[in-house]
């Protein structure tokens, strides 16, 4: 299956929003409340995506990938919200299920990281929640160092995260 990467315009939002929302009914579903995850809205995401592309942070970058059907994944960040010197953090990544398995979620991270480092990052984190094995185990097979879970508000009430770090990024980009 072919894919290429690119970065996201805002003329992507609505298809990001989609894309979004369905990764998160699938990423989620029994991780997070059924109640939240129907609530999603595709307007409100879709104009929470178009203020950030047309406007972005200073460093902030969101990529995209597409295959011939439309956007079937994206990674979306910027400098660390813990504000370390030379942290970029990743703050979204998701594929679609139907498009995982072909490498594009390694692809993904990796442009993103090319992106960051571009912009004088020195190290990469990004977080994510402590029951969704699959994520951990992925992270974890490309290096992605661990760090103790910890509670976070989260809808529905308290969830718990769990961050990885890489301290050189330059290991995502061998």
Sequence with gaps: MQHVIFPAGPGDAEDLARLHIRSWRETYQGLLPDSFLNR????????????????????????????REGLVGYAAGGPSRAKRPGEAEITTLYVLRAAQGY?????????????????????????????????RGFYEHLGGQAEAPRREPGPGGVTYEVSYRWPDIRALLR
């Design 103 to 135: 490498g594009l979620g390694r692809r993904l991270l990796t442009h993103i990281a090319q992106v960051f480092a571009a912009n004088e990052a020195t190290s990469l984190m990004l977080s994510v929640l402590r029951d969704n094995i699959p994520a």
């Design 40 to 67: 999603m809205s595709i307007p409100v995401h879709t104009r929470r995506f178009a203020a950030s592309l047309i406007k972005p942070g200073e460093r902030e970058a969101t990529l995209v990938a597409a295959d």
